[in-house]
């Protein structure tokens, strides 16, 4: 049997080493000591299961044929080792930054790069192994740790070539951040475990999928690692979290997707947020999450015409005024139609302004009435295309405080969405 230990008072790099040599050396049990710094193990408190870690006592040390030591190559910092230590017969292979320590062996491999997980990484870009994208983040935590995100002085181009090879595979900068900065603090691990307690999966299309809605009070942080240690223990493709923050009334959207058929970044895009594919978000104001999880189940299901598409909800054919018209013609079209304003188009129809009873307001003279409209109107249009969603209108207005916005296909007018189409549709809260 292998084992592979590390020093007690683990850290990142102690534990990231420990999981990298698993890799080089399958088949090894991988042993932590009992005695690990805090923010392992609030680390570990979420991610335990994904890595099989053993602990001294479980280990029958007769049956123990070779043992790896990562991050140390001290007796004295290993725990539970010691019967390991006057045995003749065993083999010792030491991985290890330091140049301190008093473990005899032929097999050392020790340099004194930032951290010891560089030399492993480099062994396992060396012989071609595949690493997840949450081995690339605990690696990269354990690099970054050691080497002050590549501040110390130890750091040598090694450690920031690791770097570079686990951002390539993926490494989560996000996450590890937050673990680096800050452990968890009790709102998120209290969230946590209500959303693994209420948590369910739907199936669509082949895909495993999870929502969670959550009611919070007052600012979380980190909302995002929550999600992302959600999405991971309860093992699903894409994973979403709706948090509503009951006393400002808005909620925040994450998602997060392992999976390319799942676009993150596009889903929250069309709800009006950002990101790329495998995460992103949206903050939407006054909106009911059981709205968003309609809308995001619809998206995902490639059902979004069904109720998002804006050509389905909007009003056409839309009354315009050409840019070239008199004023008192668009007053005149205004007052018949009962409206606040209306669209200016050029020769071509093509959008050029729009003309509303506030930019009468602008006119001082009666003769005034009759410039042309182009004269008067505000070219500041907020336009949106036909294909966008709904939600994604309603945040056009609300940012730019328009009542109306024209509907764009190929730079056409095909029809204009106005406020009440966009709050009746899909908002609880009318604004006044
Ligand atoms: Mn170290």
Redesign the pocket.
Same mark, same amino acid.
């Given at each position: 049997m292998i084992i592979i230990t590390t020093h007690k008072g683990s /850290?990142f790099? $102690?534990l990231a080493?420990l999981v990298a040599a698993s890799l080089l050396y399958p088949g090894a049990k991988t042993v932590l000591p009992t005695s690990i710094n805090p923010n392992l193990k609030d680390f570990l408190a979420i991610h335990k299961d994904l890595f099989k870690l053993y602990s001294p006592n479980d280990i029958i040390f007769e049956h123990v044929k070779t043992l790896v030591v990562v /991050?140390t190559h001290s007796w004295d910092r290993l725990e539970g080792m010691e019967l390991l230590k006057d045995r003749q017969d065993l083999e010792i292979i030491v991985w290890d #930054? #330091?140049s301190e320590g008093d473990i005899e062996t032929l097999q050392k491999n020790i340099k004194g790069t930032g $951290?010891?997980i560089t030399l492993l990484v480099k062994e396992i870009e060396k012989q071609r192994k595949l690493i997840t994208p949450i081995q690339a983040t605990l690696f990269l935590m354990?690099l970054y740790e /050691?080497t002050g995100n590549l501040t110390f002085p130890s750091t040598l181009p090694e450690d920031a070539y690791a770097a570079g090879f686990l951002l390539d595979r993926k490494a989560d900068l996000q996450i590890l951040s937050t673990f680096l900065r800050q452990a968890y603090e009790k709102k998120q691990k209290d969230l946590l475990f209500q959303m693994i307690q209420e948590a369910e999966r739907i199936d669509i299309g082949g895909f495993s999928i999870s929502i969670a809605k959550m009611e919070i009070k007052g600012r979380i942080q980190n909302l995002a690692m929550v999600l992302q240690m959600y999405r991971e223990i309860i093992n699903v493709d894409a994973a979403f979290g709706i948090f509503k923050d009951v006393e400002q009334n808005k909620c925040m959207v994450i998602g997060r997707s392992s999976i390319d058929e799942i676009n993150i970044g596009l889903l929250m895009r069309s709800i009006g947020g950002g990101g790329h594919p495998g995460a992103g978000s949206a903050l939407l104001k006054a909106v009911n999450p059981d709205t968003i999880e309609e809308m995001l189940l619809e998206l995902i299901s490639g059902n979004q015409h069904s109720s998002v598409m804006l050509s389905d909800i909007m009003s056409y054919p839309v009354v315009t005024i050409n840019e070239d018209a008199k004023i008192e013609e668009a007053a005149m079209i205004l007052r018949d139609l009962g409206c606040s304003g209306m669209p200016v188009v050029d020769k071509e129809g093509h959008i050029t302004g729009v003309i509303s009873r506030r930019d009468f307001k602008k006119l001082r003279k009666s003769k005034h009435m009759q410039s042309p409209v182009k004269a008067f109107m505000s070219r500041n249009v907020v336009t949106i295309s036909h294909d966008k969603s709904i939600i994604e209108a309603a945040r056009l207005m609300i940012k730019h405080d328009v009542g109306r916005i024209p509907v764009l296909e190929k730079d056409k007018i095909v029809g204009i969405i106005t406020r009440s189409d966009a709050m009746t549709y899909f908002y609880d809260l009318l604004p006044d």
């Open positions: /850290d790099d $102690a080493s /991050d #930054h #330091h $951290a010891t354990g /050691d």
